[in-house]
């Protein structure tokens, strides 16, 4: 099993910055994959940028040259750096792991809202 957890949400103007963290704990060492994904109010979940193991990295169109995703040398923590914020991104904001033969794990999401 691998357990996530978020932090580093909240409230920001439009402009502004926001940096969340991915802390994983449990069976690490299996993680090929990592990143987040948000949920906006009714809308579906969708993807926001992930990194792998080797460090190559995907955005979505809408966060590129804003949203830069990165981790640390171990595979228990991945963060995403929010620049620009609009007021688009307010959603809540998911981090998620692919273990290899395991599956998929989830946080318990942080909610990230930017007032315009």
């Known amino acids: 099993q691998v357990q996530l957890v978020e932090s580093g949400g909240g409230l920001v103007q439009a402009g502004g910055s926001l940096r969340l963290s991915c802390a994983a704990s449990?069976?690490?060492?299996?993680?090929?994959?990592m990143g987040w994904y948000r949920q906006a109010p009714g809308k579906q979940r969708e993807l926001v940028a992930v990194?792998?193991?080797?460090?190559?990295?995907n955005y979505a169109e809408s966060v590129k040259c804003r949203f830069t995703i990165s981790r640390g040398n171990a595979k228990n923590m991945w963060y995403l750096q929010m620049n620009s914020l609009k007021p688009e991104d307010t959603a809540v904001y998911y981090c998620y792991a692919v273990a290899a033969g395991r599956g998929s794990y989830w946080g318990q999401g942080t909610q990230v809202t930017v007032s315009s």
């Open positions: 449990g069976i690490i060492f299996s993680i090929t994959s």
């Open positions: 990194i792998t193991t080797g460090g190559s990295t």
